[in-house]
């Protein structure tokens, strides 16, 4: 398989980092998708550069790669989840949203890692879309400067039910900023079941001059839930397949934030089941 395959800690939340790390490299992964959170490399407690340097020689052990994300629910606000945004009303509340960002970046350089994962967040009421618009542009334009000095790309996810929620939201942002250079695209593979309306190997063939980062679970049109593998309705060999023919090189993690009770067993049985689908695209191309 050519793919490099990784899973996401935050389906791995009752681990401690070290544990979760050793078992995606006993079962053959390629890496992880580290978010920031208080259980795993928590941004906001003290002594964060050490702490990074201990998971970056943790990592170089195991020989595994890295994509740091920041979906973490209340790394910020213990009241709101993902909150506050980078479309928040109040700019202090942004500014705490961009300078995570720009701390995860940091640590992203210091991990060696291949990508730092964001997302707009929600619309929140009484704002304009075109507002809120021009407050991301704004909020993300310190975070794309802190990538282009670490020389690491910022991978945004289009996100159900977000201001950006589509892979066309993804350009008319690219085209608001400019098309800067650091700006790329997290592609989620359920995510394109749920709503876009091009089968998902449809999406990644469009969407690959963009990828910097790929998340993969199953899901069903139309609901926003991340399954495990078998339980919804991609059709994933033409994905794989797909991704392999882009010649993407980052990470593509298992993304199921909701199972963290069973992470281990999941862990094993998605790399099984991917070892599987992509098994079943190249036993088809050499037909």
């Given at each position: 398989?050519?793919?490099?395959?990784?899973?996401?800690?935050?389906?791995?939340?009752?681990?401690?980092l070290d544990d979760?790390?050793?078992?995606?490299?006993?079962?053959?992964?390629?890496?992880?998708?580290?978010?920031?959170?208080?259980?795993?490399?928590?941004?906001?407690?003290?002594?964060?550069?050490?702490?990074?340097?201990?998971?970056?020689?943790?990592?170089?052990?195991?020989?595994?790669?890295?994509?740091?994300?920041?979906?973490?629910?209340?790394?910020?606000?213990?009241?709101?989840?993902?909150?506050?945004?980078?479309?928040?009303?109040?700019?202090?509340?942004?500014?705490?949203?961009?300078?995570?960002?720009?701390?995860?970046?940091?640590?992203?350089?210091?991990?060696?890692?291949?990508?730092?994962?964001?997302?707009?967040?929600?619309?929140?009421?009484?704002?304009?879309?075109?507002?809120?618009?021009?407050?991301?542009?704004?909020?993300?334009?310190?975070?794309?400067?802190?990538?282009?000095?670490?020389?690491?790309?910022?991978?945004?996810?289009?996100?159900?039910?977000?201001?950006?929620?589509?892979?066309?939201?993804?350009?008319?942002?690219?085209?608001?900023?400019?098309?800067?250079?650091?700006?790329?695209?997290?592609?989620?593979?359920?995510?394109?079941?749920?709503?876009?309306?091009?089968?998902?190997?449809?999406?990644?063939?469009?969407?690959?001059?963009?990828?910097?980062?790929?998340?993969?679970?199953?899901?069903?049109?139309?609901?926003?839930?991340?399954?495990?593998?078998?339980?919804?309705?991609?059709?994933?060999?033409?994905?794989?397949?797909?991704?392999?023919?882009?010649g993407y090189g980052?990470?593509?993690?298992?993304?199921?934030?909701?199972?963290?009770?069973?992470?281990?067993?999941?862990?094993?049985?998605?790399?099984?089941?991917?070892?599987?689908?992509?098994?079943?695209?190249?036993?088809?191309?050499?037909?």
């Amino acid at each position: 398989m050519t793919l490099r395959l990784g899973y996401g800690t935050n389906g791995l939340t009752d681990l401690r980092l070290d544990d979760a790390l050793g078992l995606l490299a006993d079962l053959g992964y390629d890496g992880v998708g580290l978010t920031l959170d208080h259980m795993h490399l928590d941004p906001l407690a003290p002594d964060l550069a050490a702490r990074t340097r201990h998971v970056a020689r943790r990592l170089t052990e195991l020989g595994l790669g890295v994509t740091v994300e920041t979906g973490a629910r209340y790394v910020l606000d213990p009241r709101r989840k993902h909150g506050p945004s980078l479309l928040d009303p109040d700019p202090e509340d942004r500014a705490a949203r961009t300078a995570l960002l720009v701390r995860a970046v940091d640590v992203a350089a210091d991990l060696g890692a291949h990508a730092v994962h964001c997302f707009s967040g929600i619309t929140p009421p009484g704002t304009t879309t075109d507002a809120a618009w021009l407050r991301l542009a704004d909020a993300l334009a310190p975070v794309l400067d802190a990538a282009t000095r670490a020389g690491i790309p910022l991978a945004i996810e289009p996100e159900p039910g977000h201001l950006l929620a589509t892979l066309a939201d993804f350009h008319h942002l690219r085209t608001l900023l400019g098309d800067p250079e650091p700006l790329g695209l997290t592609l989620d593979i359920g995510h394109c079941q749920c709503l876009e309306p091009a089968p998902p190997a449809d999406c990644v063939k469009a969407a690959a001059p963009w990828l910097r980062h790929v998340q993969i679970e199953d899901m069903r049109r139309g609901v926003h839930e991340h399954l495990p593998f078998g339980d919804g309705e991609i059709d994933f060999p033409p994905v794989l397949e797909a991704l392999a023919a882009t010649g993407y090189g980052g990470l593509t993690v298992v993304e199921l934030p909701r199972h963290s009770h069973a992470g281990p067993e999941l862990a094993r049985s998605s790399m099984e089941f991917l070892r599987s689908a992509a098994g079943a695209t190249n036993g088809a191309a050499a037909c």
